[in-house]
């Protein structure tokens, strides 16, 4: 198998199709990554391949990964450019025909997938946001791969992400619900790595703690959360709002701008916020953390922020975008786009989370990572055989 990334950046799609790599060469498929990009500057953040926590997992995993090295600044729905040198299109080559599979993590890739020349494999494209029309050219690139018999299969995410392709054009026989599952081993609640977590922050035992973990970008409706958190945080004097991904730092003015506008002359509540930028730890951050919040506006299909912050303990609260409310259904709380809803649901999500563990806990199974990983196996397993199937193009 090859799987083809844009690049190696955060967000929760890397994270998912990084696992399920990992997963698959654990249970002895054989595995190859090919990055199309090196490094990505996005979200006020230069990302290098070699930093990334997947990139790492992969490789500490066996699983070899190679890099056209290019270096882009990327932001929402970008695609990699269209024109790709002699070299770029060898290597491609190389890796597309040492592989049976190729796997596709988003359809951006598809830019390069496409390009007349290469060896021609079944291709399974990961899809993992509810919003193809924002997607730019990767829906158009989509669209030809499976017009020509390249792409064969499409991994949605989540329900929501189904229909929003379908709705946008995609045949429906060739799109699979395989929903995202995380590792129950790693998010767990864990009193000892909660204590350890508040301690290394200066935060109380008994304080109330929110966390908002995503990118910056404007899906994720930051200034919303801000607006909140301004409410919430003037009701609740021990309060604390952690802000976690990739430009949530010092460093990002257009961060700071927006939580100047948010706070106004209550600025002094946002010095119980604070940005934690890009963790690796994040069974600790939620471990510690009372409430998981998103805010998002548009684009999320099965956000994994929801779902490590449940099995962790925290009580997910989210807007109603994607598949989120059915996610949090029976374990947290939805909200409308409003910072008051949105602060009210942290006090009730606070007061009711020993009330809904029992509830959290006897979920755990419907997310798990084993159940995941299996069913992308048997979709992928399913592909190599029909097309072993295949007479050769002559």
Known sequence: MLSVYEGFFSGGARIVHSDVVRGLAE???SHQVLSIHGEVHREA?????????????LTAGGVGVTSLGRSAGLVD????????SGPELAETARAMAAADVILSLKEQPLALLNQAGLPRRPVVVGLHRSDPENQGPALDELKAAIA?????ACVCCAESTRAAYEAAGIPGEVLHVIPNGVDLLRFRPDAAARLAFRASLGIPAPAPVVVFAARYAHMKNVPLLLRAA???????????????????????????????????????????????????????????ADVVALTSVSGEAAPLCLI???????????????????????HGFVTPQDPEAVARAWTA????????????????????????????????????TQASRLPEPR
């Open 230 to 288: 301004r409410a919430w945080l003037a009701r609740e004097p021990e309060g604390r709002v952690l802000m976690c991904g990739a430009g949530m730092t010092d460093e990002n003015p257009a961060l700071w701008a927006d939580i100047e506008v948010a706070f106004g002359e209550d600025r002094h509540l946002a010095e119980r916020i604070r940005l934690l930028g890009v963790r690796r730890d994040m069974e600790a951050v939620y471990a510690g």
């Open 27 to 29: 249970g002895g498929q």
């Open 77 to 84: 729905g970008s695609v990699a450019a269209s024109v790709f």
């Open 148 to 152: 020509d018999g390249t792409v064969v």
């Open 45 to 57: 953040t230069r990302q290098r391949m070699e930093d990334d926590t997947c990139y790492r997992s």
């Open 349 to 384: 999500a606070v007061a009711a989370r020993a009330d809904l563990t029992p509830a959290l806990v006897a979920s755990r199974e419907r997310f798990s990572r084993t159940r995941m990983i299996a069913a992308y196996a048997a979709l992928l397993d399913g592909v190599h």
């Open 308 to 330: 490590e912050g449940m099995m962790c303990g925290a009580v997910p609260v989210t807007t109603d975008v994607g598949d989120s409310a059915e996610i949090v259904r029976g």
